[in-house]
Nanobody
Framework: QVQLVESGGGLVQAGGSLRVSCAASGRIFSIDWMAWYRQAPGKQREMVATVSSGGSTNYADSMKGRFTISRDNAKNTVSLQMNSLKPEDTAVYYC?????????WGQGTQVTVSS
């Protein structure tokens, strides 16, 4: 079974930075789309950033200029560098990937930004 495992979440002060990472493991033949989503308590899950197998990236408008998504195809990982964090960025951040043409979700990692 393919698994996505996130790491790097934690507590950070407003204005600070944090990097979350996701590693895919298992029997992997291909990874197409990879992405980061987030969900705050009482709110809908929202897309943060996506990256294709070729490295093309897309960001939600509110994240442009602050967040950067990247992937390492050789290591089957995707990371999200988050800068200038705001309290409203507080959420559980989920890794998403299409692996072997099937969608998978990670369990999420908590990111908390204090005022």
């Amino acid at each position: 079974q393919v698994q996505l495992v996130e790491s790097g979440g934690g507590l950070v002060q407003a204005g600070g930075s944090l990097r979350v990472s996701c590693a895919a493991s298992g029997r992997i033949f291909s990874i197409d789309w990879m992405a980061w989503y987030r969900q705050a308590p009482g709110k809908q899950r929202e897309m943060v950033a996506t990256v294709s197998s070729g490295g093309s990236t897309n960001y939600a408008d509110s994240m442009k200029g602050r967040f950067t998504i990247s992937r390492d195809n050789a290591k089957n990982t995707v990371s999200l560098q988050m800068n200038s964090l705001k309290p409203e960025d507080t959420a559980v951040y989920y890794c998403y990937a299409v692996v072997n043409v099937h969608p998978y979700w990670g369990q999420g990692t908590q990111v908390t930004v204090s005022s």
